[in-house]
Each structure stands twice: as structure tokens, then as C-alpha cells.
């Protein structure tokens, strides 16, 4: 099991960090491109954003979780006297924070991640309400925060991968 864990080290951080670049890259790169956009297209170009970014952020996030929380449990399981409980609790915290993910965008952005959602499958004039554009800029901060909370995550599991 031994030789097992510089490569669940490894996997979990690249995936981290992918999980992290990623829903970074979104806010930082391409959702600015977007706001120059009238209504309509710009509700369209979001939900192609989202959709799109959807399985492989979340995949990649949740399996780097699973990878942290695994070295976690096998950093308990050392002969005694060896266990490091602080290098257990670091990669316990790095998969905390990367299953973050899933309830901060349920109950943190969900209600405008909905509101968007309908907005862009619905009618013209469903996109041409006042307050669309300010819903998409919401968006944009939220997950801004959401990609700092993966990158925190991806952070505290190089933390715990070095500092043994």
C-alpha cells in the first residue's frame, strides 16, 4: 500500500488543482468575455458556460476528495508511534474542502443557478427582465468564491502531501 500513496498524492492534487484552474478559469477568463453580450444571448451563453463546466469540475473535485480522504485514513492506519495525526487532519481538511463544492453550490448559489437556468430556457421576454444581467453577475461572484474553496482545498493537500 505504501508505494500506492505518491500516486494517490499525486492524483489527488493534479485532480484538485484541474478542479480548482478550471472553475477559476471561468470566472476570471471567460465569464468577463461574456457580460458584453445582450440578454438573450448572454442567459444562452451561461448556460452553455454551466453545462458545460458541470461534470468534469465536479468529477474531478469529488474524485480528489475520495483520493484525499483515502490518504487520510491510510496516514491512520501507521505502525504506532508513527501516525501523524496533523498530516491526517490536513488531508481530512483538503477533502472537506473539495466536498465543499457540492453543498456550497446547492444552498449558496442554487437559487440563482435556478433562476438562470429557467430564465434561459424560457421565452424573450423572460431574458429581458431587469434584474438578469445583476442574477448572471451574482453568478460570477459566487463562483469566483466556489473556485477559491477548491483551490484552498487543493492548497491544504499539498500542504499535507509535504509537510510529513
Known sequence: MDKLMPALQT???LAAAMAAGANLSTSIITFPALRHAPDQLLLTQWQTLYDSGLVPVVTTA???AAGFAALAYRTSLAPAGTVSTSQRNWYAAAAVAMLGL???TRI???GT???LSRRAKARKE???KA?????VEQWGTLNLWRGMLLLMGTGVGV???VAA
Open 131 to 135: 434584474d438578469t444581467r445583476a442574477l
Open 126 to 128: 423572460e431574458s429581458e
Open 108 to 110: 449558496v448559489m442554487g
Open 11 to 13: 492524483y489527488s492534487i
Open 159 to 161: 500542504w499535507a502531501s
Open 62 to 64: 469529488l474524485s480528489s
Open 113 to 115: 443557478i435556478d433562476e
Open 102 to 104: 457540492a453543498p456550497y
